[in-house]
């Protein structure tokens, strides 16, 4: 789950951690009392939205007067702002951050987060602030620095020296690092989080740590024992089609392709994927329908997977071992009866009971393909969608 900027900073900030004072906005008259608010003669006004790229595509303006965040307030709430984050169908801009101006002496990156590969908490620290870390990372990778912190010990004083000498802080500014990492440690930790990333990181000219931006992410399996974080969801962020799948308990991605697929668990399900792509075709969507599928959760998926324009045809793949594959045959059977599917559908089946799914799908009087194992599903479905 991801949050919006003014909602990190204000988590950050009760961790200690050094943030410019900002006021989140929804309306003009919000954005313009925010502006009143704050003294410096500098003022940012943010389109707050789930993306980076913002600032390239206007989503970001620094100004002087009230007037001006007024004008920018009026231009940006209700627009969509398309950045190479958001895809080409963009994101509307439902509220502002309204930030007091700094003074910048120079911009950093510095961010935390899980590295797979070594299963611990990552700073990733560079002096390459206010770019793309991707771009960094492949033009000029000896300028980002990679420090592992073992979950025996924590973070140390030897990772606050590393972070320091990459990022080449002076003694001033290195003695607030301690505070700053230890700040933002402490909250990737309490919080469950799965990144935070802070750019800009910005040294003003006084020699003060500032996180000039701020994005958090978290890690949605931990998020039943932070009620206050989800409190933050912004459901209008996100995909309709995934939020709906959620109430289910169903584990749904929209793709770009048009074969939807209907799979019990998350292996099986990529190899799914893989498959549709090696038969030259490209799949709709990924869905995980989980080990205990009923009439209602199969019929949801139906749904769901349908409410995709793309979609030519529907593959459903199942291995019953937990799951018994006639109550998914019947679920099938429902779902497609009352929702009156008329694109190609192939059913695979394997495992407890597949003869009698087999033998219900069979005497259902629809048009279902059956297959009898994956690579010929997958032949079936794409050929049934080209109409061959």
């Known amino acids: ?97 309204i930030e007091e101006g700094c003074d910048i002496g120079s911009e950093l990156y510095l961010s935390m987060l ?91 000219s006084a020699g003060d740590l500032l996180a000039l931006d701020a994005k958090m992410g978290f890690d949605d399996n931990a998020l039943y024992r932070q009620p206050d974080v989800l409190a933050l969801r912004d459901l209008s962020e996100e995909d309709e089609s995934e939020v709906k799948a959620s109430e ?36 709709a969507n990924f869905l995980d329908v989980g080990g205990a599928a009923t009439t209602e959760k199969v019929t949801e998926a139906f749904k769901i997977i349908l409410s995709d324009d793309n979609v030519d045809g529907i593959l459903v793949n199942i291995f019953g071992g937990i799951m018994r594959c006639d109550v998914i045959a019947e679920g099938v059977v429902t779902a497609a009866r009352n929702l009156g599917l008329t694109k190609p559908l192939v059913v695979r089946l394997e495992g407890t009971n597949v003869e009698k799914g087999k033998a219900i799908m069979a005497e259902s009087g629809l048009k279902i393909i059956s297959a009898d194992n994956l690579g010929d599903a997958a032949k079936k479905i794409v050929a049934a969608v080209k109409g061959e």
């Open 248 to 283: 289910f308990d169903l584990n749904y991605i929209k793709l770009d392709g048009n074969i939807g697929c209907m799979v019990n668990g998350a292996g099986l399900a990529m190899a799914t994927m893989d498959i549709i792509k090696l038969e030259g075709a490209e799949p």
């Open 114 to 204: 899980v590295d797979r590969a070594s299963s611990r908490i990552t700073i990733i620290a560079s002096t390459e602030g206010g770019m793309d870390i991707e771009k960094v990372a492949a033009e000029t990778p000896e300028k980002i620095a990679t420090i592992s912190i073992d979950p025996a010990t924590g973070l140390k004083p030897h990772h606050i020296r590393a972070v320091s000498q990459a990022l080449k802080l002076e003694a001033q500014t290195a003695k607030q690092a301690g505070i700053f990492l230890k700040g933002i440690y402490e909250a990737f930790c309490g919080l469950d989080a799965s990144l935070i990333e802070i750019n800009p990181l910005v040294v003003t």
């Open 1 to 97: 789950m991801n949050i919006h900027e003014h909602q990190a900073k204000a988590l950050l900030r009760q961790y200690n951690v050094n943030v410019p004072h900002g006021v989140a906005a929804f309306s003009v008259a919000e954005a313009v009392a925010a502006a009143e608010s704050i003294s410096t003669d500098v003022k940012v006004v943010k389109a707050q939205i789930h993306a980076g790229g913002r600032g390239k595509a206007g989503g970001v303006k620094v100004v002087k007067t009230v007037a001006e965040v007024e004008a920018e307030a009026t231009r940006l709430l209700g627009s969509v702002l398309v950045t190479h984050q958001t895809g080409p169908s963009g994101k509307e801009v439902q509220r502002l951050y």
